[in-house]
């Protein structure tokens, strides 16, 4: 049982377009994450959902558009894609993310490989 | 800001030399420090965490960190690498009265049979 698992796991585009991927999370956690691989392997932030609610949004273009129906789910979507938007996208869950329970330690997805043409 | 610095980016070792790998932070308070590793074309795994007690921190596939509160440093090793430790390392430092770890930019690991 796959404990984060996004889809796809390959995406390739055409600029302009529009796509989403879908993470869903079966650790029961509170707090899901997108993060950005660029390709340099640099991690960076994006959004984060805390029980449905937006807690953290990193000055992303307002072309993606972070979407959780619960808790289990977090989905991204994004419009008029650009080439500098190809990346892996990562999904990540945590444990207790506004408590004081929160560790810090993340279960990652396998990633979404993004490719605009 | 918190920061974190991974001073190599780049190593290449032979199997069965030993390796250690940088990483300092900059906050001076309470901390909680990972190790995470990502096998090519695969996740983020978490290879070692450190939260309190004892500072040197055992992790899975042989792999071992210390904590030195004073050097404000998590630094990774292990004994003898092999090949199939060739992936990409990620340090992460979430700070007390932060909500996520800050990742440093990684260090990529190639180990030569």
């Known amino acids: 049982d796959t404990a984060v698992s996004q889809t796809p796991k390959y995406l390739v585009t055409q600029m302009g377009n529009d796509k989403s991927i879908k993470c869903e999370q079966n650790l029961g956690h509170d707090t899901m994450y997108w993060y950005k691989q660029d390709s340099k392997k640099f991690l960076k932030i994006m959004f984060s959902y805390n029980n449905k609610e937006l807690i953290i949004n990193e000055t992303v273009p307002n072309r993606f558009s972070p979407k959780s129906p619960d808790k289990a789910h977090l989905n991204l979507h994004i419009n008029s894609l650009e080439l500098g938007d190809s990346a892996v996208y990562f999904c990540?869950?945590?444990?207790?993310?506004?408590?004081?329970?929160?560790?810090?330690?993340?279960?990652f997805g396998e990633g979404s490989r993004l490719t605009v043409l | 800001a918190q920061s974190v610095s991974q001073h190599n980016h780049h190593v290449i070792l032979s199997e069965a030399a030993s390796l250690e790998l940088g990483c300092n932070y900059s906050y001076g308070g309470t901390v909680n420090l990972f190790w995470y590793v990502q096998y090519p074309g695969q996740h983020l795994q978490l290879l070692l965490k450190?939260?309190?007690?004892?500072?040197l921190v055992k992790g899975i596939k042989g792999f071992e960190a210390e904590f030195i509160k004073s050097k404000f440093s998590f630094n990774l090793r292990k004994p003898s690498v092999q090949w199939s430790d060739t992936a990409e390392y990620f340090c992460?430092?979430?700070?007390?009265?932060?909500?996520?770890?800050?990742f440093g930019r990684g260090t990529s690991l190639i180990v030569h049979p």
């Open positions: 992460a430092v979430k700070e007390g009265g932060s909500y996520i770890p800050t």
């Open positions: 990540a869950s945590s444990q207790d993310g506004l408590g004081t329970a929160n560790t810090g330690e993340l279960f």
């Open positions: 450190y939260f309190s007690g004892d500072p």
